[in-house]
Structure formats: structure tokens, C-alpha cells
């Protein structure tokens, strides 16, 4: 498997401000197309030795790329006569990240076409297509986005999934919508009206905070005192639905990184948090420090955990992940329909085994972050076949600030991209995030 360059092993000793970074960003899009690999870890390797600002660059340079793929791949196939030979594929993904800084990103259209053409001429096998990079990136400077196709920017068996399950009007609204990038949204320890009015956010109907351009997170106030942290507003409504309150032991399972322990924690609820993966419970872990809260910890697999009964349990479980693309542009070009129905798979087996660790009259609430109706509404319909000791606990219109165009009609949580529109908007939408509550007889 070929591993990423190093943009600082590769970079000569002095060059153009910039092209470390756009270096890295190529890297890291060549890494997730060719290998697979994850963009923010990927990226966090190539970039620790440029400064911030690179950093930066770098990341949102290689995050728009892949966030518009689809219609940047056919506008460069539609300005080529011949494709690219495969031993040279490396020249198609520096075209691609020089054509996202000219359409869709505030950068000279000279220092995109020549940081690209210097790029393309670093190694022999690409050095030869020089010529076609400048010629077709100064071609896309002067015709603009009058000649950018108008395709879906994810692969399109999703993009018919969607439109299969939510109608086509809502299918490609969806897949609009995921080309845009995420504002960020905060979850207050206590206090989200303050924490609004501190940061000069939104605060949203259901307690979430919302910023955009925040720049640098761990520079914003109140980071380093545990006053808040990153957690998208869909993804804040699993715990929610719990409703947690001291007295309460809740099971938290694949719980890695934390958000949904650290708002039960928040709560009063004692948690038991589990998770697989050593590393992400490192995480975890040091993230309820920062936050001042504390939860019993325990490396398990949840498919197999023995433990409880609990008042509630909250499964946020693996899954494709659909619903994050514009924070993790990546998932649209590394899952495919396969990975669909091993995760179903694995998502049964959990529900299955979480079931056991309730207490009768106890709650259970499985949520996902994937837009796929098999790894939500279809996964709960399956649950219910086989577990009639279980029924659904409707979430309700205004409950933890949830409108009815967020439920379905069983009364499950399903937001999608489109939802929260804003005037303006870098402040609207969502994660695609499904969630069930279900209360055990």
C-alpha cells in the first residue's frame, strides 16, 4: 500500500509560500482515493512540521476538493482529449486541488495555475504534462464555473439511495447540500444562552451553539476551562432523547470520542462508557478531563458486553457515516454498497446485545450518522420483528427542541442536510442522523 509523502521531507529548502501546503493537500487526496486512508489522520501526519496557517490551507484545500469531486473530475475529463495514463494519475489529483482554489475558493487564480504547474514538473513521471496543467487551469481561470458540469459531487449509486428513499427533489437536495462545508457546532457543559452570547454564535432551538469561520477551535475562549466542545447539533439529540438526570445509570456504547458520554456526564447521569479501541477511550478519556467530567470507563466489545441492567442505553454505532460528508468529505469516495450491508450487519448484532443490558421499563436509543435507511428506519423495523419485549417511545414535536419535520412517522429522529436552512448560509443545515428510542416491557 503506497503510504503519503511527507510535505516536509519533499520540499526544497526554499520555495513559493504556499506550495508546502498545496504539496500536502495532494498528498492527502491521492491517500484517500488510492489507499482509502482517513483525511483528517492523513492530513495530521503530513502537516505537523508546516505552521498554522499551512496547516489550514492545507486542510481546506484538501477538504474542498473532495467535497466537489464529482463535478471537478468531469469538468478536467471534459477539457481532455485523452485521459491520463495511470503511471501520471498523480498529475489529475494536483489538477484537481488547482481547480478547486480557482472555482470554489478565494485564491489568485496565478498562484493556483502556477503552484500546480511547479507541483506537476517535481517528479519524472509527471513532469511531461506540465504544458496540459497550465493550459487547461488557465482555461478554467478565464471561463469560471460557466463551464463547471452540473453532476452530483458524490459517486452515484448514493446519490440514487438518497433519492430512493427520500424522493428525487429531496436526492439531490441532499447531494447539493453536502458540497457545501459544515458550520461548527458546540455543546455547552452549562449555559449554552451564555456561551452564545461569549463566542458570538447562534444558539440553535435544540441547545446546540453555532459559529462559523471560527478559525483555530482550542483558540477559541472557554476550550482550555472545559466550557464547551465540538459536536454537531444532529448529533446532540441521541443523548438527549435519554433523558438523562442524576440518579440515572446510563451505558454509553462505541462511545469513543465522547460527545454523547460528556453530555450525560454533563447531566447528572452516571455513564459507562465503552468503546473497542484503546485509542479512541485515550481520547475519550482525556477529553473528559478537559471537561472537568468523569465516566467509568471500559474497554469491550459492545457486541459481547456482559453488564447492567442500566436505565438506559445509547448506541451510536458504526456505521457509513453518509450523513458527515461535509465534515468528512472523504466517506463519499471510500464507502461503497458493500460497506452497507456489513455494517447493517454489525449494527444488528449490537441492538441485539444492548437489549440484554436493559433493565425492564428502561430506554434503549440506537442512532446513526448515515443517511442509508438500512443502517436506520429499516434496522429498528427488524429489531421490533424479533424483539416484541420492545416498542418505540416516539420522540414528540418540541421535545429537546426537535420540529416535526425532523420525526418521522414512528416518531424516530431523521434529520438531513437540507434541514435548518438560513438565509445565510454558512449557517445552515445538519448532519444526516437517525435516532430511535425504544422503551423495553
Known sequence: MKEPRSASRSAPAAEAPGLAAR????????????????????????????????RGLARMLAATTLRRLGSLRALLRSLMERA??????????????????????????????GTTVTLVGEQASTAGFKGLANAVLRRIAREGKAILPDVADQPEWMVEGWTAAYGPASGEAISRALASEAPLDLTARQHPEALAEKLGGRLLPTGSVRLVEAGNVTALAGFNEGEWWVQDAAAALPALL???????????????????????????????????????????????????????IIEADATRLKAGPFDGVLIDAPCSATGTIRRHPE?????APADIV??????ARLL????ELVRPGGVLV???????????????????????????????????????????????VRTLPTHLPDEDPRYAGLDGFFAARLRKG
Not at 498528498?27 to 492530513?43: I, Q
Not at 466517506?331 to 464507502?335: G, R
Not at 441485539?352 to 437489549?355: E, S, V
Request: proline content about 6%; glycine content about 6%.
Open 242 to 296: 435519554l433523558r438523562p438526570a442524576a440518579g440515572m445509570t446510563i451505558a454509553d456504547l462505541c462511545a469513543a470520542p465522547g460527545g454523547k458520554t460528556a453530555q450525560l456526564a454533563a447531566a447528572g447521569a452516571r455513564v459507562v462508557a465503552v468503546d473497542r479501541s484503546a485509542p479512541r477511550l485515550r481520547r475519550l478519556k482525556a477529553n473528559l478531563e478537559r471537561l472537568s467530567l468523569a465516566a467509568d
Open 23 to 54: 504539496r500536502a493537500a495532494a498528498d492527502a487526496v491521492e491517500a484517500v482515493l488510492e489507499n482509502g486512508h482517513p483525511l483528517e489522520e492523513t492530513l495530521e501526519r503530513l502537516t505537523r512540521e508546516l505552521d498554522e496557517r499551512d
Open 352 to 355: 441485539a446485545n444492548a437489549a
Open 366 to 412: 440506537y442512532s446513526t450518522c448515515s443517511l442509508e435507511p438500512e443502517e436506520g428506519e429499516r434496522q429498528i423495523a427488524a429489531f421490533l420483528a424479533l424483539r416484541p419485549d420492545f416498542v418505540r417511545d416516539p420522540v414528540v414535536p418540541g421535545e429537546c427542541g426537535i420540529p416535526a419535520e425532523w420525526i418521522n412517522g414512528e416518531g424516530e
Open 84 to 113: 491520463i495514463p495511470e503511471k501520471a494519475r498523480r498529475v489529475e489529483v494536483l489538477m484537481l486541488v488547482g481547480a478547486a482554489q480557482i472555482l470554489f475558493m478565494d485564491v489568485p487564480d496565478h498562484a493556483a495555475v
Open 342 to 347: 456489513s455494517l447493517a450487519s454489525l449494527q
Open 331 to 335: 466517506v463519499a469516495w471510500t464507502k
